[in-house]
């Protein structure tokens, strides 16, 4: 459930519906699934696997199956490569969870009868962000500081169920709205001849990787806290239906609801087609919906972002788990002095990025989720396929699903991800270039 925690956040509710409203709709949505499955998947297991092999952080744990001072070299260059992704990660996610949770806290604004509160609360400012990132990355930093076993299972259970409780609901109020099914339409019904446009593949392939939390060095973490009885196979699948499947529910809610805004007179598309604001859509689209209800809507809205924020929290904490572990374990430091220190850090990045928005955030984003991790996480699979031996490898996976070495996941995945992902991977980014 924590894994599944990490996985499910910002990235199904902000990321995966702008990628998809900002790259032609049904296309991007069949890339991403095929991607999430056939590439993602098997590296969410090269990961799971190195970690509760290694029982470390992700340096060590890829260190204890390499053989040789060159392959040791490399281990650290990919282990410490996804703390950096995941710090760098966390440093723009922090900026919309603060969107999330001053969306949150507008609503009660609002039925305090505060204007001037509210509308603070809902336009971009400077002031505005900076105290939301802030806040949102001390409440990490507080989590973490205690560890991370306890709080987050808890939450990710009750999480999981109410927020597709309350984006069902929302779909169903939205697909009564005018303009809701010319939304659908353009959700679901894909143009076909897009499908394989190269700049479509690699942002799929990117938003496959950032939703899986991969190539960041995470999930080895988490990998390394499960346990040897619980069948990893099974665990890696649920993780990505899980996420694939709030991702899509997310897209049902929120491409429909923009045709609805646009229909409400809220412009949303430029005159060319292009979206007007991507990073900020959601935050278009969203109140909008919420204002058609009346009263209502601001709890409706309270509630929605409510969970928005906490989905947000359950992914900030495994980046941060990612750098802080190897600190503690590298060089023994306290884990209340290494959580506050690399904060901080964080914190300080966030607000450089807040400070130079037009040319940060974008670029921050695609340096990350589109190359950083899409290339750790095949480097993670390079690892298992070319470096670790297989009976090792074998013996790791046989903890809690003795049965595998008979089963079809053995006779296909261990050669798929020595072949078919490095080589699917790197064609996405070489046709990408070459496009
Ligand atoms: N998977 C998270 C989401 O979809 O919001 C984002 C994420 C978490 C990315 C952890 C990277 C990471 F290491």
């Known amino acids: 459930m924590a894994a599944a925690g990490s996985a499910v956040g910002l990235g199904n509710i902000w990321g995966f519906p702008t990628q998809t409203a900002s790259n032609g709709g049904a296309a991007f949505l069949i890339a991403y699934l095929v991607l999430a499955f056939c590439l993602a998947y098997p590296a969410l297991m090269a990961e799971l696997t190195i970690g509760r092999h290694g029982q470390a952080n992700a340096v060590s744990s890829l260190r204890k199956i390499s053989n040789t001072p060159l392959q040791k070299r490399f281990a650290f260059v990919v282990g410490f490569g996804g703390i950096i992704c995941a710090g760098l990660i966390l440093s723009f996610y922090a900026i919309v969870a603060g969107w999330m949770i001053s969306a949150t806290v507008e609503p009660i604004a609002t039925l305090a009868g505060s204007d001037t509160a509210s509308t603070w609360l809902s336009e971009q ?5 900076m105290i939301f990132t802030a806040g949102f990355i001390i409440l990490t930093v507080a989590i973490i500081s205690r560890g991370v076993e306890h709080g987050i299972e808890k939450w990710s259970k009750r999480l999981m169920p109410a927020l597709l409780s309350i984006l069902f609901a929302l779909i169903v109020y939205v ?22 446009d190269p700049e479509l593949l690699v942002s799929a392939l990117g938003q496959a990787f950032f939703s899986l939390s991969l190539g960041t060095s995470v999930m080895i973490i988490y990998g390394s806290y499960i346990s040897k009885k619980e069948n990893l196979v099974s665990l890696g699948a649920y993780v990505t ?26 412009e949303i598309f430029s005159a060319t087609g292009e979206l007007l604001s991507e990073d900020t859509l959601v935050f278009q689209v969203l109140p909008a919906l919420f204002d058609g209800m009346g009263t209502i809507g601001l709890f409706v809205g309270f509630a929605f972002f409510a969970l928005m924020s906490i989905a947000a929290l359950t992914s900030s904490i495994s980046m941060l788990e990612a750098p802080v572990s190897y ?34 955030f974008g670029l921050v984003i695609a340096l990350t989720t589109k190359f950083g991790q899409p290339i750790l996480g095949l480097m993670c699979c390079l690892f298992v396929g070319w470096i670790w031996y297989r009976n090792s490898l074998l013996n790791e996976i046989k903890q809690g699903c003795p049965e595998v070495a008979t089963s079809l996941f053995w006779k296909i995945w261990p050669w798929y991800i020595k072949f078919i992902c490095p080589i699917a991977i790197g064609l996405v980014f070489v046709s990408s270039i070459v496009g």
């Open 125 to 129: 400012s400077l002031s505005r962000n």
């Open 175 to 196: 697909m009564m709205q005018e303009g809701a099914m010319t939304g659908l339409k353009a959700y679901l019904v894909p143009d076909f001849k897009s499908i394989l």
């Open 241 to 266: 239906l899980i996420d694939v499947f709030i991702a899509f529910v997310a897209g049902l809610l929120i491409i429909p609801a923009m045709y609805v805004a646009q229909a409400q007179g809220v």
């Open 327 to 360: 600190a503690v374990e590298r060089f023994t430091m306290s884990r209340v002095a290494a959580t506050w220190l690399i904060g901080v850090v964080i914190a300080l990045v966030s607000f450089t990025i807040l400070l130079n928005f037009g040319s940060l």
